[in-house]
């Protein structure tokens, strides 16, 4: 598939460079629902190569998910480890995003429910972030706060963390934190809205800061969302700017258009002031550019952003979409998803490797089990390749998180079903 795309320049951000060519899939684990089942978030690797991830939904020994470790064993084989298994009390349960590491090697993550208090309707607690910290017998899990409805703005943290350079915390939460709020009990069917939370129309959700204190951590609800062209039900993870000003997406809100009725979803700014955060709408969807982004972006060295849609574009499936520095208020699109062989409904971000080129998953199409792609700007034009095409079975599939690239420049990522082990799921590794 090729995109017109006028004057824009895609620049190096990391990684290793990949053969632009259909590559070798590897499937290195399969998960068999004891060990875990539907690991719908990303991987994080530690510098030795160990590979660090969770499962939720039903998944580990007590049904809540958990959190697991892939080492290389030096034969070509990888060694899967549970680190922690979610009880679904007070320490979390059903995590569903991506870990971050500190430099100390200890995990960082959120729990979409459990934790201290009760959600209406659910009747477990309103989700955590939690530490998994490193210790010679073991990891040990600290709940460092919980979201109690009338306590925060916000409940339901279904993003990801970051790390100020002053070692706080950011995420986002889903829902208002409002007691007898529109919390939802059951899992929407549809893909874009697969997420506990809020019953639209109404759903908020925040931007939320948390800082250590001697006396454990302390929340900050820096930016409540109005969850209508504010944006509604941010769903991934922040990314920061060179002036500490944070980005992200949110999955509904904006305008009143796209079929939910609901907004298309917008890319957000958050700006540090005397006077607390303050809110840019940068660009909000009208359907045609893209719909319901669930994805965190990615700056290069220039300034300009990327990311993609859920739904929207020219066939309904998607898109890839940049903010050019300077006109963060238009979308580029680089790529309309046509749901065919070129993939369809991309969950996940981009990537860059050092050619430039970006790379990401798209949940569906392809073999009807989604794909790994990449785009490359050739003469004026954005050219995908498909990288890997997932079939039905042991191979994998539905991919719903990012890849990352390992120490030696593999591709890693996960696959909600398929494997050798009943269907709960892999990790996959793609060689260049």
């Known amino acids: 598939m090729k995109t017109r795309l006028v004057h824009i320049a895609i620049f190096m951000i990391f990684g290793a460079s990949v053969a632009f060519a259909q590559l070798s899939e590897k499937v290195i684990f399969s998960f068999n629902l004891t060990d875990g089942n539907l690991p719908d978030g990303g991987l994080v690797a530690d510098t030795q190569g160990n590979l660090y991830g969770t499962t939720a939904y039903n998944g580990g020994k007590h049904g809540f998910g958990n959190v697991y470790e892939l080492s290389p064993d030096g034969n070509g084989g990888w060694t899967e480890t549970d680190l922690y298994d979610f009880t679904g009390g007070t320490d979390g349960a059903w995590p569903i995003d991506t870990l971050i590491l500190d430099h100390a090697g200890n995990l960082y993550g959120t729990a979409q429910v459990g934790g201290q208090g009760i959600c209406t309707n659910t009747g477990q607690g309103c989700g955590v972030v939690f530490e998994l910290v490193r210790g010679q017998s073991g990891w040990t899990e600290k709940v460092l706060f919980s979201f109690v409805p009338g306590q925060v703005k916000g409940v339901i943290p279904a993003g990801g963390l970051i790390f100020d350079k002053a070692g706080n915390l950011y995420g986002t939460t889903w829902a208002p934190g409002v007691e007898g709020g529109p919390l939802a009990l059951k899992r929407n069917s549809s893909g874009a809205n697969s997420y506990w939370g809020c019953t639209l129309p109404g759903c908020g959700g925040t931007v939320y800061e948390l800082s250590p204190t001697a006396n454990g951590w302390k929340e900050t609800d820096l930016y409540a969302f109005n969850g209508t062209s504010d944006g509604s039900a941010s769903v991934a993870s922040l990314i920061f700017d060179r002036a500490g000003n944070l980005y992200g997406t949110t999955q509904f809100g904006g305008t009143t258009g796209c079929t939910s009725g609901y907004g298309c979803g917008l890319v957000f700014k958050l700006?540090?002031?005397?006077?607390?955060?303050?809110?840019?709408?940068?660009?909000?969807?009208?359907?045609?550019?893209?719909?319901?982004?669930t994805a965190n972006l990615l700056f290069d060295q220039s300034g300009n952003l990327y990311s993609t849609t859920s739904g929207g574009g020219s066939s309904g499936n998607g898109t890839v979409f940049a903010l050019l520095s300077g006109q963060h208020d238009r979308a580029t699109v680089l790529h309309s998803f046509t749901g065919g062989s070129d993939g369809g409904t991309p969950f996940a971000g981009v990537i860059a490797d050092k050619s430039g080129d970006l790379i990401g998953t798209a949940n569906q199409g392809g073999a009807n089990w989604g794909v790994v792609y990449a785009l490359r700007l050739v003469n004026g034009h954005v050219i995908e390749k498909v990288l890997h095409t997932f079939t039905f079975g042991a191979d994998g599939e539905n991919p719903y998180a990012p890849?990352?690239?390992?120490?030696?420049?593999?591709?890693?990522?996960?696959?909600?079903?398929g494997g050798s082990q009943g269907g709960h799921g892999t990790v996959f590794e793609i060689i260049p």
Do not use: K, R
């Open 271 to 293: 700006m540090p002031g005397n006077g607390g955060w303050s809110e840019t709408v940068l660009h909000a969807f009208t359907g045609n550019d893209g719909a319901y982004p």
């Open 403 to 417: 890849v990352i690239f390992g120490p030696h420049g593999n591709l890693y990522g996960t696959t909600q079903g």
